[in-house]
């Protein structure tokens, strides 16, 4: 099991770009998240899923797009990078409502 | 929606002191409460959890207590060691999604 797994972990993007944050989970969860963590504000949630084809917005989810085509999967877009994008993202997953969610390593994205 | 406050914002105990950490939440609809461990640079790593059915859950040196009623819940780690030294971060979680909302986090240090 390699668990939740994030690609890039480092990427520098100019403003205006696009980019996709790959997220894949094999531990057959239905329930995945994205996080966005910048310092001194904890973790805040970008748009999550709770199952293939269903996803909804969290706290932040302007400037970003999410699709849930299978259950292993959970892209994250940006549709045109911002200075204020800048930070980590997370992605998570859990079995079930109220369980555990397990993280991924992150990725570091800076736009200039 | 949900509100959750962390407080210290940073701990410094001596090694085999014990260490609390205090959250509150706003939602009296939450009814999962995580604790999660990250070390710099890496994901974070759930610690301990509980649910609004149980007032209190131990594992071995970590506790966590939770009071439905003032809408608060801590973290209690007690003879701690340098490798406890993290930031901890609490969360709650609202709604049939697994919507988690975190603290802003308490950047632990055990020193020697």
């Known amino acids: 099991n390699a668990g939740v797994t994030q690609t890039p972990k480092f990427q520098v993007l100019k403003t205006g770009q696009s980019m996709t944050l790959q997220c894949a989970q094999d531990?057959?969860?239905?329930?995945m998240s994205w996080y966005r963590q910048d310092p001194g504000m904890g973790l805040r949630l970008i748009h999550y899923s709770v199952g293939a084809g269903i996803t909804d917005q969290g706290e932040v989810p302007n400037g970003y797009n999410v699709s849930r085509s299978t259950t292993e999967d959970f892209p994250l877009r940006l549709l045109s990078a911002a200075p204020s994008q800048t930070s980590v993202y997370f992605c998570a997953s859990s079995y079930q409502y109220n369980q555990p969610q397990h993280f991924g390593d992150g990725t570091r994205l800076s736009i200039l | 929606g949900e509100n959750v406050e962390q407080h210290p914002s940073t701990l410094s105990v001596q090694e085999g002191d014990s260490a609390v950490i205090k959250c509150t939440y706003s939602?009296?609809?939450?009814?999962?409460f995580p604790w999660y461990k990250q070390e710099l640079g890496k994901r974070p790593q759930l610690i301990i959890d509980?649910?609004?059915?149980?007032g209190e859950k131990k594992d071995q040196r970590i506790a966590v207590t939770l009071n439905k009623t003032a809408k608060h819940f801590s973290l209690h780690i007690t003879e701690t060691q340098p490798e406890d030294s993290a930031v901890y971060f609490c969360a709650a979680s609202t709604g049939g999604g697994n919507k988690l909302t975190f603290g802003t986090g308490t950047q632990l240090k055990v020193e020697l």
């Open positions: 531990m057959n969860h239905e329930y």
């Open positions: 939602d009296s609809a939450s009814n999962y």
């Open positions: 509980i649910r609004s059915n149980v």
